[in-house]
């Protein structure tokens, strides 16, 4: 009775592998014929990768902060500045947002940024004015609807600290960063 119970508990797995199969053994055969054929010439067949969360995250070029850092290129208030950016940084635009978790999120004045970190504005301007100058962030005029007034919005440097998929960056983004500092000329990793 055992040996029976084994048997038909092999069989049913073997059942559900068979049914759970994607290509018959035929399709199997011709699709590693291709993928010899590719590899062959240096290339390679890949199944379409299928997104298996929505988790938002920033990264850091470590190479990149690591030269930052011997050069003694950024201040603590520089550095401490980027790091509470990071929630507020939006996946793929890089731009500074009011919350990267909204689809259509806006972009910070520096005076929204100064109240979202808890800080004073006075404390925050010369801040950011020093990172723009050393080419961490860059600003750029954004219009506001139905307002005359001239707003700007923030972008991070890719090069030091990206949110999105680091092959398929904007390339406003690029434009953004293409002109930077000498010493962001040495950086050891470019994106683009």
């Avoid at 925050?124 to 750029?140: M, Q």
């Avoid at 390339?171 to 002109?179: D, I, Y």
């Amino acid at each position: 009775m055992q040996k029976a119970l084994q048997e038909a508990e092999k069989k049913a797995r073997l059942r559900e592998i068979e049914n759970g199969k994607i290509l018959s053994e035929e399709e199997l055969n011709y699709a590693n014929e291709l993928q010899a054929k590719a590899n062959s010439k240096g290339m390679k067949l890949v199944p379409e990768r299928k997104i298996k969360n929505k988790v938002r995250f920033v990264q850091l070029i470590q190479e990149n902060i690591l030269y930052l850092r011997d050069i003694k290129y950024l201040t603590t208030a520089e550095k401490n500045f980027l790091m509470d950016l990071v929630p507020n940084v939006e996946f793929s635009s890089n731009c500074i947002v009011n919350d990267s978790r909204q689809v259509n999120s806006l972009p910070v004045t520096q005076s929204d940024l100064a109240e979202i970190l808890g800080k004073k504005k006075q404390n925050v301007n010369p801040i950011i004015k020093g990172l723009i100058d050393k080419g961490i962030l860059a600003r750029s005029e954004s219009g506001i609807e139905d307002n005359n007034v001239r707003a700007y919005a923030l972008f991070i440097n890719p090069h030091i600290m990206f949110s999105g998929d680091k092959d398929n960056i904007n390339g406003t983004l690029k434009a953004m960063f293409r002109k930077t500092p000498k010493e962001l000329k040495n950086l050891p990793i470019r994106l683009f």
